[in-house]
């Protein structure tokens, strides 16, 4: 096949040298000797940033070295030339767990001004920007599905348990494997050049005549062509957006001769599996290979993406017409109860096309956040066997054999991938092929489509518009009011926490319970007009919604949120039909705005209203003035908030009823 300009990538260039790491710990022992060595300029990109991580750690003695915050502030200090930026994605409130950086590093660099540390929204609220990787130098950069961040660190064999496996507050988690590349060369470049797009940033050429190079790092590849594939939206329906990296997974599986070898996160592509489902249902098409999680980590990945993964895979096997499919679960060789997770992003066909990157095999990935894979054609590259090499490497890993040994066994199998992992698998912990599927279509799509969508619901143009368009609009005049009482709140709260040193959190939920039972009538005005307060000075809903659960229990929680939140709401929607029909406001360009996208979302009714509540694109005040000022009727603005808000009050009230349990029952 033949890969394109702009159809498949948006920049092409050459890797002087080029290598894949097929653990998260041997990229960053990798990142640990470089970061130290760098002169000019490191720039790191990610979608979630751990200044407190560990790059270099043991499996059998645990975390060595110091943490990777102390590790660029001691290189910027030592060196006031070198500059060092982090770009990492800032999330809606909904996300920010996902955010670790600590407030004593964001100090700290303060009294560092060669380092920049910025957090970039995605240019939709409902999307992320999802790249990881990292540039010294100018001449040297990763790239890969590696974050710098807590819970990636593992070690290649995977065990059950491993000292150096703990995050930064000294809690163990599950094996991990990932996939990462490292470039040098003019590549290095156009990875600059693809920031520089992405970014606000001013970045003059910094490159060094170093030729700098992990020291413990084999180079596996030489002048090698390397293609850069993205994906980039816009809430903007002027500005055309990019799925190159889509388009480069469906033209590399449909193309597929012998083999098509997967690892993802994520399996929920309609496109991608109606392609494999073309080639199982050949006589002659290739053999499929996927490695995934056996299942996610956490509660809400198992509900959603999960359940879609099940789905899609369990349509595959039913069109494996001649049993050339193979899915396959890793799982720990010492206890096979415990899984590992596979986050790696890595497709290989015909044992000459790559494409590794950040991009999961989703909606999201392929058309909506931002993503980067890079490609490789394996016969343009000075070792036409690289990429072969590479999925040796894997697969041989994942069955705890050399590469020498898997060729072995594919050989003894007539150079079938499948029969050899298949055969493998049952005779070795580790390695265990998936057999529980959900049926296709087993839940409804329209429900799963929240979760990975393909792009920004149609009201978010001009919720974007009014929430970040209007810089000398009425919310932004007043914002120091605002946060002037906030801060207030806060000093006079934390005066009263440490006067009262002596306070019993078992005596103030009693006291709470007793003006329920004794005077309700202003309890519940009490709650309610702390709701309208979190929303006036735009704290999120999810605070005053656990915090009430937790103080009044989970039934008056849910009847005083829900009482909070839809009259809060019902206020503001009703200032926005106001403001809708008043010409004072037409001064206002962002107004104006608004108002012509008016006909645009009208249609989507209801269900416009209730998307934006399941996923917040501003403030919860904003996004209901702005219903009301796009004219959604009294009965759509009622359905709408109705079906988005009601799950989350629950949830979020079961959250709060928990830690009162931690507090009244600390031993159950």
């Given at each position: 096949?033949?890969f394109?300009?702009?159809?498949?990538?948006?920049?092409?260039?050459?890797?002087?040298?080029?290598?894949?790491?097929?653990?998260?710990?041997?990229?960053?022992?990798?990142?640990?000797?470089?970061?130290?060595?760098?002169?000019?300029?490191?720039?790191?990109?990610?979608?979630?940033?751990?200044?407190?991580?560990?790059?270099?750690?043991?499996?059998?003695?645990?975390?060595?070295?110091?943490?990777?915050?102390?590790?660029?502030?001691?290189?910027?200090?030592?060196?006031?030339?070198?500059?060092i930026?982090?770009?990492?994605?800032?999330?809606?409130?909904?996300f920010?767990?996902?955010?670790?950086?600590t407030?004593?590093?964001?100090?700290?660099?303060?009294?560092?001004?060669?380092?920049?540390?910025?957090?970039?929204?995605?240019?939709?609220?409902?999307?992320?920007?999802?790249?990881?990787?990292?540039?010294?130098d100018?001449?040297?950069?990763?790239?890969g599905?590696?974050d710098?961040?807590?819970?990636?660190?593992?070690?290649?064999?995977?065990?059950?348990?491993s000292?150096?496996?703990?995050?930064?507050?000294?809690?163990?988690?599950?094996?991990?494997?990932?996939?990462?590349?490292?470039?040098?060369?003019?590549?290095?470049?156009?990875?600059?050049?693809?920031?520089?797009a992405?970014?606000?940033?001013?970045l003059?050429?910094?490159?060094?005549?170093?030729?700098?190079?992990?020291?413990?790092?084999?180079?596996?590849?030489?002048?090698?062509?390397?293609?850069?594939?993205?994906?980039?939206?816009?809430?903007?329906?002027?500005v055309?957006?990019?799925?190159?990296?889509?388009?480069?997974?469906?033209?590399?599986v449909?193309?597929?001769?012998?083999?098509i070898?997967?690892?993802?996160?994520?399996?929920?592509?309609?496109?991608?599996?109606?392609?494999?489902?073309?080639?199982?249902?050949?006589?002659?098409?290739?053999?499929?290979?996927?490695?995934?999680?056996?299942?996610?980590?956490?509660?809400l990945?198992?509900?959603?993406?999960?359940?879609?993964?099940?789905?899609?895979?369990?349509?595959?096997?039913?069109?494996?017409?001649?049993?050339?499919?193979?899915f396959?679960n890793?799982?720990?060789?010492?206890?096979?109860?415990?899984g590992?997770?596979?986050?790696?992003k890595?497709?290989?066909?015909?044992?000459?096309?790559?494409?590794?990157?950040?991009?999961?095999?989703?909606?999201?990935s392929?058309?909506?956040?931002?993503?980067v894979?890079?490609?490789?054609?394996?016969?343009?590259?000075?070792?036409?066997?690289?990429?072969?090499?590479?999925?040796?490497?894997?697969?041989?890993?994942?069955?705890?054999?050399?590469?020498?040994?898997w060729?072995?066994?594919?050989?003894?199998?007539?150079?079938?991938?499948?029969?050899?992992?298949?055969?493998?698998?049952?005779?070795?912990?580790?390695?265990?092929?998936?057999?529980?599927?959900?049926?296709p279509?087993?839940?409804?799509r329209?429900?799963?489509?929240y979760?990975?969508?393909?792009?920004?619901?149609?009201?978010?143009?001009?919720?974007?518009?009014?929430t970040?368009?209007?810089?000398?609009?009425?919310?932004?005049?007043?914002?120091?009011?605002?946060?002037?009482?906030?801060?207030?709140?806060?000093?006079?709260?934390?005066?009263?926490?440490?006067?009262?040193?002596?306070?019993?959190?078992?005596?103030?939920?009693?006291?709470?319970?007793?003006?329920?039972?004794?005077?309700?009538?202003?309890?519940?005005?009490?709650?309610?007009?702390?709701?309208?307060?979190?929303?006036l000075?735009?704290?999120?809903?999810?605070?005053?919604?656990?915090?009430?659960?937790a103080?009044?229990?989970?039934?008056?929680?849910?009847?005083?949120?829900?009482?909070?939140?839809?009259?809060?709401?019902?206020?503001?929607?009703?200032l926005?039909?106001?403001?809708?029909?008043?010409?004072?406001?037409?001064?206002?360009?962002?107004?104006?705005?608004?108002?012509k996208?008016?006909?645009?979302?009208r249609?989507?009714?209801?269900?416009?209203?209730?998307?934006?509540?399941?996923?917040?694109?501003?403030?919860?005040?904003?996004?209901?003035?702005v219903?009301?000022?796009?004219?959604?009727?009294?009965?759509?603005?009622?359905?709408?908030?109705?079906?988005?808000?009601?799950?989350?009050?629950?949830?979020?009230?079961?959250?709060?009823?928990?830690?009162?349990?931690?507090?009244?029952?600390?031993?159950?």
């Open positions: 096949m033949t394109k300009q702009d159809l498949h990538y948006e920049y092409i260039s050459t890797a002087s040298r080029l290598s894949f790491f097929t653990s998260s710990g041997a990229y960053y022992s990798a990142l640990a000797d470089i970061l130290p060595r760098a002169r000019r300029r490191i720039l790191i990109v990610g979608w979630s940033f751990d200044d407190r991580i560990h790059l270099l750690r043991n499996k059998d003695t645990g975390p060595t070295g110091p943490e990777l915050g102390d590790l660029l502030i001691s290189a910027a200090e030592k060196n006031t030339s070198l500059q930026t982090l770009c990492i994605w800032k999330p809606p409130s909904l920010a767990a996902d955010q670790h950086i407030n004593k590093f964001r100090k700290r660099l303060r009294r560092v001004p060669n380092i920049t540390l910025c957090q970039y929204p995605a240019e939709s609220a409902f999307a992320s920007r999802h790249e990881k990787y990292v540039v010294v100018d001449v040297l950069a990763f790239l599905g590696i710098l961040t807590r819970e990636r660190w593992d070690s290649p064999d995977h065990p059950a348990q000292a150096g496996r703990v995050n930064p507050d000294s809690e163990p988690y599950g094996p991990y494997h990932d996939t990462h590349a490292v470039l040098s060369g003019p590549v290095v470049g156009d990875i600059l050049s693809m920031a520089e992405e970014f606000p940033l001013d003059p050429s910094v490159q060094t005549a170093e030729d700098l190079w992990p020291n413990d790092v084999s180079a596996e590849v030489e002048n090698a062509r390397v293609m850069i594939s993205l994906t980039r939206a816009s809430p903007d329906a002027e055309a957006d990019v799925h190159q990296i889509k388009q480069v997974y469906c033209d590399m449909a193309d597929a001769k012998n083999c070898f997967i690892e993802n996160q994520y399996f929920s592509s309609d496109v991608i599996t109606d392609l494999i489902v073309e080639g199982l249902r050949s006589k002659d098409g290739p053999e499929v290979i996927i490695f995934m999680s056996r299942e996610l980590p956490d509660m990945g198992r509900m959603t993406m999960g359940v879609n993964a099940s789905m899609h895979i369990a349509k595959l096997k039913e069109n494996d017409l001649y049993g050339r499919l193979g396959f890793l799982v720990s060789s010492d206890n096979t109860n415990v590992v997770k596979v986050h790696s890595l497709l290989i066909t015909d044992s000459r096309y790559l494409s590794l990157g950040s991009a999961n095999i989703n909606q999201r392929f058309s909506f956040d931002d993503e894979n890079i490609i490789i054609d394996a016969a343009e590259t000075g070792e036409p066997q690289c990429v072969g090499n590479l999925e040796e490497r894997i697969l041989g890993q994942h069955c705890g054999l050399s590469v020498e040994e060729r072995t066994l594919v050989a003894h199998h007539d150079g079938s991938r499948l029969k050899a992992l298949r055969e493998h698998s049952t005779s070795r912990d580790g390695l265990e092929e998936g057999k529980d599927f959900l049926p279509d087993s839940v409804p329209e429900i799963l489509n979760f990975d969508m393909e792009g920004a619901p149609q009201p978010e143009e001009a919720l974007h518009t009014m970040k368009d209007q810089p000398r609009g009425f919310i932004y005049r007043t914002r120091k009011i605002w946060g002037l009482l906030l801060l207030s709140a806060a000093v006079l709260g934390a005066v009263f926490f440490f006067a009262r040193t002596d306070i019993d959190i078992r005596q103030v939920l009693g006291a709470i319970t007793q003006l329920n039972e004794t005077r309700p009538v202003i309890a519940a005005l009490l709650t309610i007009a702390s709701f309208w307060f979190a929303m000075v735009f704290v999120s809903i999810t605070i005053p919604i656990v915090s009430f659960a103080l009044h229990g989970p039934w008056f929680g849910i009847l005083y949120s829900s009482l909070g939140v839809f009259s809060g709401a019902a206020i503001f929607y009703g926005g039909l106001l403001l809708h029909n008043s010409s004072w406001f037409e001064r206002y360009k962002a107004v104006r705005r608004v108002k996208q008016f006909e645009k979302i249609p989507y009714g209801f269900w416009a209203v209730a998307i934006s509540r399941m996923i917040p694109s501003g403030p919860f005040l904003v996004v209901n003035l219903t009301g000022m796009l004219g959604f009727k009294p009965s759509q603005f009622s359905a709408g908030s109705l079906i988005g808000l009601m799950p989350g009050i629950v949830v979020f009230t079961l959250f709060g009823e928990t830690i009162r349990n931690v507090f009244t029952n600390p031993a159950g």
